[in-house]
């Protein structure tokens, strides 16, 4: 049963880190680009960054680059997004999901998503 399980989302303040995790389950993570992905309140889901099943590229919207890292352990089998310098408009639910083996940022292009874990970047 595939299963990828998000941890780590809460308030926040304008300025502060977080940082999320997503533990998953039930398929080869090793073999699959993981992405992060991101919707606030009335507005569609958008494509926060991504790694590469190896982890040794990341891709990164322009909203969160050089804000923004994500990770990943191919041994726990977990992909992690630090999240510096957080501004209101980074507040939302945030997705991890698994890609194939060479995703982009287009949401269609992964299988597996998480239930998501809230982020609320408060003034």
């Known amino acids: 049963q595939v299963q990828l399980v998000e941890s780590g989302g809460g308030l926040v303040q304008v300025g502060g880190s977080r940082r999320l995790s997503c533990a998953a389950s039930?398929?080869?993570?090793?073999?699959?680009?993981m992405g992060w992905f991101r919707q606030a309140p009335g507005k569609e889901r958008e494509f926060v960054g991504r790694?590469?099943?190896?982890?040794?590229?990341?891709y990164y919207a322009d909203s969160v680059k050089g804000r923004f890292t994500i990770s990943r352990d191919n041994v726990k089998n977990t992909v992690d997004l630090q999240m510096n310098s957080l501004k209101p408009e980074d507040t939302a639910v945030y997705y991890c999901?698994?890609?194939?083996?060479?995703?982009?940022?287009?949401?269609?292009?992964?299988?597996?998503w998480g239930q998501g874990t809230q982020v609320t970047v408060s003034s």
């Open positions: 999901a698994a890609g194939g083996h060479y995703s982009s940022s287009y949401s269609h292009e992964y299988d597996y």
């Open positions: 790694i590469s099943w190896s982890g040794g590229s990341t």
């Open positions: 039930g398929f080869t993570f090793s073999s699959r680009v």
